[in-house]
């Protein structure tokens, strides 16, 4: 660059010019490495945030697994309780069927007066625990469907 002097000389100002163009090329070169640095800053917060929901889509898979496999096994339950119940049933007819000479188990037409009695009461109090075990199975079994709904509906609609 030229410049004129006080004197009216002019001058030639290189070195200032290589300074400036020094500047120049190491503040490109910043710049060019804040870009690079940037730009690998947002691939990984890309990276991460894929990563997170993955995670969490994992973390749904898991739970929602999770209430079904509850839900099946308290299912089962009930299955094997009715089963339970239907053998009980079957087994006790079919001991009055093979033996009918037991005292506890006599014919429905050859009962005595007392023996009727003491059957009735029977025939109540076991009717009173298969109530209790159709309650209970009934209960258990609108529990888990409770439960199973309210995880649904906590996926379905995710706290605020």
Same mark, same amino acid.
């Given at each position: 660059?030229?410049?004129?002097?006080?004197?009216?000389?002019?001058?030639?100002?290189?070195?200032?010019?290589?300074?400036?163009?020094?500047?120049?090329?190491?503040?490109?070169?910043?710049?060019?490495?804040?870009?690079?640095?940037?730009?690998?800053?947002?691939?990984?917060?890309?990276?991460?945030?894929?990563?997170?929901?993955?995670?969490?889509?994992?973390?749904?898979?898991?739970?929602?697994?999770?209430?079904?496999?509850? /839900?099946?096994?308290?299912? @089962?339950?009930?299955?094997? *309780?009715?089963? +339970? =119940?239907?053998? $009980?049933?079957?087994?006790?007819?079919?001991?009055?069927?093979?033996?009918?000479?037991?005292?506890?188990?006599?014919?429905?037409?050859?009962?005595?007066?007392?023996?009727?009695?003491?059957?009735?009461?029977?025939?109540?109090?076991?009717?009173?625990?298969?109530?209790?075990?159709?309650?209970?199975?009934?209960?258990?079994?609108? /529990?888990?469907?409770?439960? @199973?709904?309210?995880?649904? *509906?906590?996926? +379905? =609609?995710?706290? $605020?």
């Amino acid at each position: 660059m030229l410049c004129s002097d006080a004197r009216g000389y002019v001058k030639n100002e290189q070195p200032e010019l290589n300074q400036t163009s020094e500047d120049d090329l190491s503040t490109a070169q910043l710049l060019e490495a804040l870009c690079h640095s940037q730009t690998r800053a947002r691939k990984a917060e890309m990276a991460a945030q894929k990563a997170y929901d993955e995670k969490e889509h994992i973390v749904k898979l898991l739970f929602r697994q999770a209430s079904h496999l509850f /839900a099946y096994k308290q299912w @089962l339950l009930m299955l094997q *309780l009715e089963n +339970l =119940f239907v053998q $009980l049933k079957i087994k006790e007819h079919q001991i009055s069927k093979v033996i009918p000479v037991l005292p506890w188990i006599a014919p429905k037409g050859k009962l005595c007066s007392e023996d009727k009695i003491a059957r009735r009461g029977r025939k109540k109090h076991k009717c009173q625990l298969c109530k209790y075990g159709v309650a209970l199975s009934l209960g258990l079994g609108v /529990a888990g469907v409770g439960l @199973l709904f309210g995880w649904t *509906l906590g996926w +379905l =609609f995710p706290a $605020l």
